[in-house]
Structure formats: structure tokens, C-alpha cells
């Protein structure tokens, strides 16, 4: 990274997505783990064993807190409606849930996780993934970042569950991404258009950023201040319009972030830096290592 360059980061905030529950009747334990919030008090949330879920059914979670089951989703899942006692829903469920690692950690989270699974400039609550990549970012590293005369600008994008999801198809084009919120702002919009029209490199800090910047880009490499939901899929072959270096984690074989940086770089070298990755014993996957892509 060189001065002036223009390193871009994905400012979401992991909240304690994996609550317990139990049948209002016949106090079955259910888990329930929140995907997103749809509007007020309700909530798209995946539950554990689904067959014992059905619409009407009320889960306790507390004396105070509840969710009546109202609908079922084409992906499995399900939208309930909260009831709680109290100002604020959120803290409510903050109080309560666990940090909601990844399916492929085998073990469950610890006090330890809340801090380590979340970034140092994590501030906007949403996610119930981390943008791994960021992980790396001391504050320490941070402010040499700046000293040495780098550019950072923040935006947020949701990381959701479907970031783990294996492509299942042979033809990339049906497979269909998950959508996940995101938000792109003028000031961030602004530094972008200048560090492009000034030659500057855009330097993305994880395969949400850049999922987020190519999905607001534009005609004539410029992007526009957005918020709103993207189901961008990226893969090979793909002409980035925004994204000059990535910095991403080495992911998982037949994911859609696998793709994205197979696209992003030629596959073969891709390969070979796994290969060599592997050879060297790196970490792969949400707490491993990183590399940079230029």
C-alpha cells in the first residue's frame, strides 16, 4: 500500500445472532437463530429442529421476551413477530444471545469470541459474520496506515449465513445469492469518484467490500451513494470496475467468495497460492490468515 492509496473497509457489527428458546406448551428447546430484521419487532430467524416450529407457536426466550411464529420462508426459515417488555429489542437480545460463529467451528462460542470474532472499527450492528479479512486490523496498524499518508473510508454491509453456503450447481448462473443490506455514503462515494480520477489505487479490505463497491458502481468507473440490498454474485469471467487490491482470507473450495477472488485474480495463480498457503501450514478460513490480491 502506497500513500494516498485508498483502503476501504466494511464496518458492520456481529450481534448475538444465536438465541434459545422454548415451546410456550410443551417447553420444547428450540434454538433460533436471527438472519435479518424485516421491519419492527420482526424478524427472518432459521430455527433448530424446524419441524417442531410451526406457524402460531410462541417461543420463550424470557419471562420478558417472546416471538410469536407468523410465516414460513422459501429457504426453510422463519418470520416471527417479538413481544418484550421493556424500550428496546436489541438490547434485549443482546443480553441474551451468543455470538454466532461459524458452521464449520466446531465447538461453541466463548466470551473470548465476542471480542476477537468482531473488528476494531466495527460500529454498525447488522452481521452475523464477520468481514474476516478485517480481523487483521490492529488499531496500531491502523494508525500506520494513516501516518504513512492511506486514505480509509468505511462502508457497511450485513454479512449474513449465506456467505457459507456452498454453490451447488454446475451452471453458475442459477445459483442464487442471498441478499444482504448494505450502505455506501456520499462522503465514501466522494473518496472513491477523487482516488479514481486521481489514478489512486482502491484498496478492499474483504469480499463484502468489494461485493458492495462493484454493486454500486457505474458507467465510467465512478460509484453513487446507495443503501439498499445486493444479491451480486461474482464470478469468473468478471470485469471489475472499482476494486484495484484486495485483502481476503483463504476461504473455503466451492464458495461464492472462492469465486469472486478466482475472478478477481487468474484461477491458476489462485490455486497456486492456496497450494503454496497449504504447504506452509497458513490459516485458512474465519480465524486464519490473509493475503493480498493486486
Known amino acids: 500500500m502506497r500513500k494516498n492509496d485508498l483502503l476501504v473497509l466494511n464496518n458492520t457489527r456481529v450481534f448475538p445472532a444465536r438465541l434459545f428458546a422454548s415451546k410456550d406448551r410443551t417447553e420444547a428447546k428450540v434454538e433460533v437463530f436471527l438472519l435479518r430484521e424485516l421491519a419492527n419487532d420482526l424478524w ?27 410465516d414460513n420462508t422459501v429457504s426453510g426459515g422463519r418470520v416471527v413477530r417479538f ?30 469470541d465476542k471480542k476477537r470474532y468482531q473488528t476494531v472499527y466495527a460500529s454498525e450492528r447488522g452481521a452475523v459474520a464477520a468481514p474476516t479479512a ?20 468505511y ?19 442459477r445459483h442464487q445469492m442471498d441478499s444482504e443490506y448494505f450502505e455506501v455514503s456520499p462522503k465514501t462515494a466522494l ?22 463497491l462493484e454493486t454500486i458502481a457505474i458507467s465510467g468507473f465512478q460509484v453513487t451513494p446507495k443503501r439498499g440490498w445486493t444479491d451480486k454474485f461474482i464470478y469468473p469471467p468478471y470485469e471489475f470496475k472499482m476494486v484495484d487490491k484486495m485483502i481476503t482470507n483463504f476461504h473455503a473450495p466451492k464458495s461464492t467468495l472462492m469465486m469472486m477472488v478466482s475472478a478477481f485474480a487468474d484461477r491458476d495463480l489462485i490455486i497456486k497460492a492456496y497450494r503454496e498457503a497449504k504447504k506452509n501450514k497458513y490459516g485458512f478460513l474465519s480465524y486464519g ?6
Open 44 to 70: 427472518e430467524v432459521m430455527v433448530r429442529p424446524a419441524r417442531k416450529v410451526r406457524i402460531g407457536n410462541k417461543l420463550m426466550f424470557t419471562s420478558k421476551l417472546m416471538c410469536d411464529v407468523i
Open 83 to 112: 413481544e418484550f417488555d421493556g424500550d428496546n429489542l436489541h438490547d434485549a437480545i443482546d443480553r441474551i444471545g451468543t455470538c454466532p460463529l461459524p458452521p464449520y467451528i466446531n465447538r461453541e462460542a466463548d466470551l473470548n
Open 134 to 153: 478485517g480481523l487483521h486490523f490492529t488499531s496500531g496498524l491502523i494508525k500506520k496506515a494513516e501516518q504513512k499518508g492511506i486514505k480509509l473510508e
Open 155 to 173: 462502508i457497511t454491509l450485513h454479512i449474513g449465513l449465506g456467505t457459507f453456503r456452498p454453490v451447488q450447481v454446475e451452471d453458475l448462473n
Open 191 to 212: 473518496a472513491i469518484n477523487q482516488a479514481k480520477k486521481r489514478y489512486r489505487k482502491i484498496i478492499a479490505v474483504g469480499t463484502s467490500t468489494v461485493r458492495a
Open 289 to 294: 490468515d490473509a493475503m493480498m490480491i493486486v
